[in-house]
């Protein structure tokens, strides 16, 4: 399986739970964001864009305990910034582990090799490596050179070390579909457990903003990227946002589904729009006006968005939610599909690229600032 059987099991039970208690509303996965600091400075990103005195800010362990405990999810994702750069990460990862969270510890993965001895083994935590394709597509987008190769050597050392090693893959416009197959290739020839593939969303702060995908394009590039798969490609995604993003499957967004946590505070809506935050984990739940977001709502800055922190969530409901979405799920576990598409190879075997445009590169003055802010944090 994609994830430990204890991990969907702890997953399913969890969500049961919340069906048998009549909520109609509840997180998934905690998305805890112990900083923005990172050492890259990607095009599609906005996250170092925040001045100097927000990048230098970090939660305390005390302070992520007290949101996972807020609010109750049995997955926590700690994206950033690079949350290896936050020198308490290993007393944060050990304390979420102690709480018998499933942990996806998100990473570019530049200081993985150097900071494995600081953890320890656990079937309770994942490091999320994120790589943006092939190399010289993955170096071009994080604007680093030799960026995947460093990455890779960190994620075969995990790998080697007894780690969980799982994948993020984010796909912009233009992104090459037979390249992006064979990246699949490489990543699980190196060992990875499983691999998350989603389309780049619209991130305000982001200094590219003219990549994001849109539905019916994000719909075109997956169905001709995960259409007749290979039987050693293992993901790590609910199999119905996969056809989600193919096509296959409609799915409203489920914005509560992975409420995010930060130095701000909890995140009204998500991550990806700046929309004001609360206080509590509660307050985020009352007092939020839910129907303004998402496709369904008209709210335009849903409109196109596809992203997995919205979607997935809705998938795994749709799963406990009727006998009908019971069944087609446990018919995708127990009897996979490689989803063989004749249409979708020839539309593989023809892709051209449409523009030649690139992803817009970061001055050097901003990577360097983001390099001046590791060092003052003492890493």
Same mark, same amino acid.
């Given at each position: ?138 170096? /071009? ?24 090693? #799982? ?67 293992? /993901? ?17 967004? #489920? ?73 087609? #799920? ?50």
């Amino acid at each position: 399986m994609a994830v430990p059987i204890s991990q969907a099991w702890t997953v399913a039970t969890y969500v049961l739970k919340q069906k048998l208690k009549g909520r109609k509303r509840y997180p998934l996965v905690l998305m805890l964001e112990p900083l923005f600091r990172c050492n890259l400075a990607c095009a599609g990103c906005g996250k170092i864009q925040y001045p100097a005195h927000i990048l230098k800010a970090e939660l305390t362990p005390e302070e992520c305990f007290r949101a996972v405990e807020e609010c109750g999810a049995p997955m926590v994702s700690i994206p950033g910034g690079e949350p290896l750069l936050h020198p308490q990460m290993p007393e944060i990862v050990a304390g979420l582990v102690e709480r018998k969270k499933y942990v996806y510890m998100c990473t570019n993965a530049l200081l993985l090799k150097e900071k494995l001895h600081l953890f320890k083994p656990s079937k309770y935590l994942s490091f999320s490596v994120h790589v943006d394709g092939q190399r010289e597509h993955h170096d /071009f987008s994080v604007c680093r050179e030799g960026g995947y190769d460093i990455a890779m050597e960190g994620v075969r050392a995990a790998v080697a070390a007894g780690f969980r090693v #799982t994948t993020n893959t984010t796909l912009f416009d233009g992104a090459d579909p037979n390249s992006v197959r064979t990246h699949f290739d490489e990543l699980m020839a190196a060992g990875v457990e499983s691999m998350m593939v989603s389309p780049g969303y619209t991130y305000d702060k982001a200094p590219d903003q003219n990549h994001f995908l849109g539905k019916a394009r994000s719909r075109k590039l997956f169905r001709m990227i995960l259409s007749n798969r290979k039987k050693s490609w293992e /993901f790590n995604t609910h199999p119905l946002f996969s056809e989600f993003l193919m096509g296959k499957q409609h799915f409203e967004c #489920t914005p509560w589904g992975m409420p995010t946590f930060s130095i701000f505070g909890w995140q009204k809506p998500c991550y990806l729009l700046q929309d004001g935050y609360a206080d509590t984990f509660a307050e985020l739940m009352e007092a939020t006006e839910w129907a303004n977001y998402g496709a369904k709502s008209g709210n335009p800055q849903c409109a196109n968005c596809m992203v997995h922190s919205g979607h997935e969530a809705s998938a795994v409901d749709y799963n406990f939610s009727s006998l009908k979405g019971f069944l087609v #799920t446990a018919r995708r576990y127990m009897f996979p599909t490689l989803y063989p598409d004749p249409d979708a190879q020839k539309l593989l075997n023809e892709w051209k690229p449409e523009h030649t445009s690139p992803l817009v590169q970061i001055q050097p003055s901003v990577a360097a600032a983001s390099d001046s802010l590791q060092t003052v944090s003492g890493d």
